[in-house]
């Protein structure tokens, strides 16, 4: 009884590590499209890429469950080993770090990655005329090719390196929630390349906008002409010291365009006043106001929270009829 328990034992045993090594070799890829002999050569003087690589890695998951018969390895990205054993500086090899770039042009370096990440992916269709490839930006340049899967997908703060105006934007009182981490760069621009200004996600401005601001989009009874041609007329997209994105504080803003005769026009200080134009001080401006109502001195309500929207609110655009929603009003 116990020679037959042993045997179940070691039966069990052996399955386990049967099943263990099966594991293994899926989980790491050995079984199918990478060259484990490449690697282990590359190891002896590389020892920390390669076991930053053979880990939870994109690539070295992709080339392990590949079946199209092809073996994957370094040289798949890095060219010729041999070469590089013969004369080890970086010149020999097609190199990605930023610490070690190599003497390789962007575009060398780039064309490596575009070998399995075709130009006719979505997101790659517009690279070759995108403003980064044409700055001299390779893949490298964002993406960490070897580490774990999260370190493949840049961040905003890898954008940030270069876009250091962007950064210092993003940081002003009104912004989009940028650092919050509820929106990122990638969620307007497409860093590879699109046909519009800025590698935006859109069109044009307003329609990159309305994807979230869907109820600026209109159509409207009563159409705000700035709201139609562009949004940044009034707005900065990443940030800004005025409330609500705007380019300049209320009531300069509006006055830039309604200049003309009325209370637009007028300056916005504590001497002056909307209803009864009778001067409470010394011309050509009042000091005070008289109240409506009890007849005493007060301060002109200008003062305080100045703004066209508090009663124009609707600056956006209105489905009002008549002068209510023509001006905005509701």
Known sequence: MMKINRIKRRGWLN???????????SQFGFANGFDTGVANKCKECHEKEVTNFTGDNTHFRAWGSRTDGKSYSCESCHGSGEKHMKDKSVESIIGFSAEKQSKRPAAERSAQCLTCHSTTSKELMF??????????????????????????????????????????????????????????????HNPHGTTGASNIRGDNVNQLCYKCHTDKRGPYLNGHAPVEENCMTCHKAHGSQHAMLLVERQPALCQNCHADAGHPSNPYDRRTKFGNNSPAGTPPYPTTVTAPLNGALVVSARLVGRGCTNCHGMIHGSNTPGTSGAYFVR
Not at 15 to 21: D, N
Not at 138 to 160: L, N, Q, W
């Open 127 to 188: 690279w070759t005329q995108g403003i980064h490839n044409r700055n001299d930006v390779s893949c490298a340049s964002c993406h960490t090719m070897h580490g774990g899967s999260d370190k493949m997908k840049p961040s905003s703060e890898t954008c940030f390196k270069c876009h250091k105006d962007v950064k210092s934007q993003v940081g002003k009182f009104s912004h989009h929630p940028i650092i919050e981490g509820k929106v990122g760069c990638n969620d307007c």
């Open 15 to 25: 399955v386990a590590l049967i099943a263990s090594g099966l594991f293994a070799l």
